[in-house]
């Protein structure tokens, strides 16, 4: 059984040194551009995985959401609780370490020890960075442990993005066709939007993921 620790020391080494290029110093306009078009309650709480130090959590707190983001580099939460004046608090729970800023709570810790116990009341979800930041053997893994921490019903977007060069990473080169086989099991996927390759080959797809019920 593969971990995210598998990965846990080039991922620490990446922001130990500042090699963090897929960090965005914005919200991703997708998000802004189709969350209002889910079906999410207006206070739901929202689940991140793989949350790193993103502007994201801070627009769906200032829309009104609870944000429990999950990351797995100590260093990402310093740098993001710094982003602001608010206060901090700071708490231990089973497996993580938890800083609360406002309305966004985050989580140190390994997202696959992330249990239903602890992840209650979920309404909804963001990957911009999780799935894509996995190697191949994990995102098996990945799909269906969200799967089991979001109801049915749940809503959520998520971020693809394919490369030319296949096997680089993180972040992955991750195809619609190895979305759909990894979510349509336990979700109702839908492609919204995808974007042509940019300068460096970089192409990006929206998806939208609705948790489907018992069968």
Same mark, same amino acid.
């Given at each position: 059984m593969h971990d995210e620790h598998d990965h846990d020391n080039p991922w620490r080494q990446r922001w130990r040194e500042g090699r963090i290029g897929f960090h965005q110093d914005a919200a991703h306009p997708a998000l802004v551009r189709y969350w209002p078009t889910l079906g999410v309650a207006p206070r739901a709480k929202v689940l991140v995985p793989l949350c790193g130090k993103s502007l994201d959590m801070r627009w769906l707190a200032r829309a009104g959401h609870p944000v429990l983001g999950v990351e797995l580099a100590p260093e990402a939460v310093e740098q993001f609780t710094a982003q602001s004046q608010e206060g901090v608090s700071r708490?231990?729970? &089973?497996?993580?370490? *938890?800083?609360?800023? %406002?309305?966004?709570?985050?989580?140190?810790? $390994?997202?696959? !020890?992330? !249990? #239903? !116990?602890?992840?209650?009341?979920?309404?909804?979800?963001? $990957?911009?960075?999780?799935?894509?930041?996995? &190697?191949?053997?994990?995102?098996?893994?990945?799909?269906?442990?969200?799967?089991?921490? *979001? &109801?049915?019903? *749940?809503? %959520?977007?998520?971020?693809? *993005?394919? !490369?030319?060069? $296949?096997?680089? %990473?993180?972040?992955?080169?991750?195809?619609?066709?190895? #979305?759909?086989?990894?979510?349509?099991?336990?979700?109702?996927?839908?492609?919204?939007?995808?974007?042509g390759p940019d300068a460096r080959g970089v192409a990006e797809q929206v998806w939208r993921l609705t948790r489907r019920g018992p069968k």
């Open positions: 708490y231990r729970l &089973p497996g993580f370490e *938890v800083t609360r800023q %406002g309305t966004i709570e985050l989580w140190c810790g $390994d997202f696959f !020890h992330l !249990h #239903i !116990h602890q992840a209650f009341e979920l309404g909804a979800f963001f $990957d911009r960075a999780a799935l894509i930041a996995l &190697p191949p053997a994990t995102r098996q893994r990945y799909a269906f442990h969200l799967a089991q921490l *979001v &109801p049915p019903g *749940v809503e %959520g977007l998520l971020i693809g *993005v394919t !490369h030319e060069n $296949d096997g680089e %990473g993180p972040p992955y080169s991750v195809r619609g066709k190895e #979305i759909e086989a990894l979510f349509e099991r336990n979700f109702a996927v839908t492609c919204l939007e995808e974007t």
